[in-house]
C-alpha cells in the first residue's frame, strides 16, 4: 500500500529565516505531487505541483519555491520566510493523470510558525 | 476558471439524525467531484468521488453524496451522524476542459458537529 510521509510536524522558524520542509512517498511509482497551505484551518491554496522529476508547476508568485529531486520525493523551500508564510503546510500525491481521474491522497501536514 | 461553494460554515446535528454538507460547483465540461474530511491538526482523508455514472456515490465510513447536474450540487449525506463524524469536510472539483481544471479545487470547508 502507498504512504505518504512529511516531516517535520511542527517547526518554529524567525522570519528571515530559511526553510525546507520534505515530503516522500512510498509504494507508488511516477506519483503526480502537490504542495498546499492551509490558513487558519480552512480553505486550501495550491502552492506548486509536479508531474515528474526536475518537473514542478507553481500556482501562486510567492517567496517559496519547491524541487523534485527524485521520483518520490518533494521538497518545498524558502530562502527568507516572512510572517504571512506561517500556516499549515500539506502535501499530496496521486496516480498520474491519463483517462482516469485519480484522487489525491495527504501527508499529515506541517504546522510552520513563523515569529 | 472553476469554483466550489460551501454555503454552511459550520453544520449543528444531533447523533443519530442524518446529516448534509451542501457544496455547490462550477466548471467547465464535465465535472468530476470529491469530498474529504480533516481531523484536527491532519491531513485530509479522501471519502468519495464522483466521475460519471450513478448520482449517488458510497464513501468510506457510511457516507454518501448525490449528484445533482441541473443544480450543479454534489452534496454530502449520512443517515445516521456519529460523535466521530464531528471533522472539517471539504469539497472539490475539478472540470475535463479549460486551462487549469486538471488541478482540483477546493471549498473552504465545513465544520460539522455532531452533538451528543
Known amino acids: 500500500s502507498q504512504t505518504i510521509h512529511q516531516w517535520p510536524a511542527t517547526l518554529v522558524q524567525p522570519v528571515g529565516s530559511p526553510l525546507s520542509l520534505e515530503c516522500t512517498v512510498e509504494?507508488?511509482?511516477?506519483?503526480?505531487l502537490y504542495w498546499y497551505r492551509q490558513a487558519a484551518g480552512r480553505g486550501l491554496q495550491l502552492l506548486f505541483y509536479s508531474v515528474g522529476i526536475g518537473q514542478i508547476s507553481s500556482e501562486v508568485p510567492q517567496n517559496l519555491s519547491a524541487s523534485r529531486p527524485q521520483d518520490r520525493q518533494f521538497i518545498l523551500s524558502s530562502k527568507k520566510l516572512l510572517l504571512s508564510d506561517s500556516g499549515f503546510y500539506l502535501c499530496a500525491w496521486s496516480l498520474p493523470s491519463g483517462r482516469i481521474v485519480n484522487e489525491q491522497y495527504f501527508g499529515p501536514g506541517t504546522r510552520l510558525t513563523v515569529t | 476558471a472553476q469554483s466550489v461553494a460551501q454555503p454552511e460554515d459550520q453544520v449543528n446535528v444531533a447523533e443519530g439524525n442524518p446529516l448534509t454538507v451542501k457544496c455547490t460547483y462550477s466548471?467547465?465540461?464535465?465535472?468530476?467531484l470529491f469530498w474529504y474530511v480533516q481531523y484536527p491538526n491532519r491531513g485530509l482523508q479522501f471519502l468519495l468521488k464522483?466521475?460519471?455514472?450513478?448520482?449517488l456515490v458510497k464513501g468510506s465510513y457510511g457516507f454518501e453524496a448525490e449528484f445533482n447536474k441541473s443544480q450543479t450540487s454534489f452534496h454530502l449525506k449520512k443517515p445516521s451522524a456519529l460523535v466521530s463524524d464531528s471533522a472539517l469536510y471539504f469539497c472539490?472539483?475539478?472540470?475535463?476542459?479549460?486551462?487549469?481544471?486538471?488541478?482540483?479545487?477546493f471549498g473552504k470547508g465545513t465544520k460539522l458537529s455532531v452533538i451528543p
Open positions: 466548471v467547465s465540461g464535465n465535472p468530476y
Open positions: 509504494g507508488t511509482s511516477n506519483p503526480n
Open positions: 472539490a472539483v475539478r472540470g475535463d476542459s479549460g486551462a487549469g481544471s486538471y488541478q482540483l479545487t
Open positions: 464522483y466521475i460519471t455514472g450513478d448520482n
